[in-house]
């Protein structure tokens, strides 16, 4: 049997008791690396389940997933994973490659950043599609995803925004060598990415200069943003203010989110928002 199980989201006791119990008699355990972290780290997981880990990283994901699934016809093999299971499309190719091979699979759950974004009081069936912000670097800069986040709000619809994560990337040199050498990991916060969407809509606002249609659904500097940071750990941290705001904003560690809520909020949702305002907040991002 292949087991996925969820972690949560804020520490090794998120687990369910399902998922722990399943980890305690399985005989491989892995733990997938690149896709989100748990702020507690591998040692303190392993502490609590009482078993060592074996850590799974982008590369045996992806390209050695045999190896994580040999022996599962006949033992208990299980693939640890933040937040929920199906958080990840890389999560749904591993149990297709397992469906391939004859594995049973199994999936425990558990909650993510995708549900556990109503801690700001925003309404869930208010969400439409999630984004993922990448980093940028000198020479790819992309912005497909604000054409989704366009969409969202020409439909009423909040859009989460997930921030790129780095972790064991190798560096572009030690690609053409046989030895692989990682940039250090890197964590995008909410003012890296408030800064990325800055430029795109400095970038759009020329592009659209010659048009005399108004831009209700566009984003621009003071367009109202909520940060997120560790959601479901106990230094949870939320601010709302505009996207300009945002750039200067310092949740501190890692892992960040970003939602840019639709103009139109149900007056329960700015209810709740308003006590995130930030302190400095100007009167442009006020929910009123």
Not at 44 to 70: C, H, N, P, S, T
Not at 155 to 171: M, N, Q, S, W
């Amino acid at each position: 049997m292949f087991y996925i199980i969820g972690l949560g989201l804020g520490d090794p006791e998120d687990i369910t008791v399902k998922g722990l119990n399943i980890i305690k008699q399985c005989e491989r355990v892995y733990l997938e690396s690149y896709t989100s972290i748990l702020s507690c780290g591998q040692e303190k997981l392993e502490e609590f389940y009482g078993r060592k880990l074996i850590l799974a990283d982008r590369e045996m994901v992806e390209q050695r997933a045999d190896e994580i699934l040999d022996g599962a016809t006949t033992q208990s093999i299980a693939f640890l994973v933040v937040g929920d299971p199906f958080g990840a499309t890389t999560h749904t190719d591993l149990m297709l490659r397992a469906k391939e091979r004859g594995i049973t699979t199994s999936i425990v759950h558990n909650a993510s950043i995708m549900n556990a974004v109503g801690c700001c009081g925003l309404q869930l069936y208010h969400f439409g599609e999630t984004v993922s912000i990448p980093y940028w670097d000198d020479s790819w800069k992309p912005d497909s995803f604000y054409d989704k986040i366009v969409a969202n709000l020409k439909h009423g619809l909040h859009t989460l925004c997930l921030l790129d994560i780095k972790v064991r990337e190798p560096t572009l040199e030690s690609l053409m060598k046989k030895k692989r050498e990682y940039m250090p990991p890197r964590f995008m916060s909410v003012s890296e990415a408030a800064g990325q969407l800055l430029e795109i809509v400095a970038n759009k606002s020329k592009d659209e200069a010659s048009e005399k249609a108004p831009h209700e659904h566009k984003l621009h500097e003071n367009s109202l943003i909520v940060g997120l940071a560790r959601v479901g750990h106990e230094s949870q941290k939320i601010v709302a203010c505009t996207l300009r705001e945002m750039q200067q904003m310092d949740l501190g560690p890692p892992l960040h989110s970003l939602i840019i809520p639709n103009s139109h909020m149900h007056e329960l949702e700015k209810e709740f928002l308003q006590q995130f305002a930030a302190l400095d907040c100007n009167t442009n991002c006020k929910l009123e």
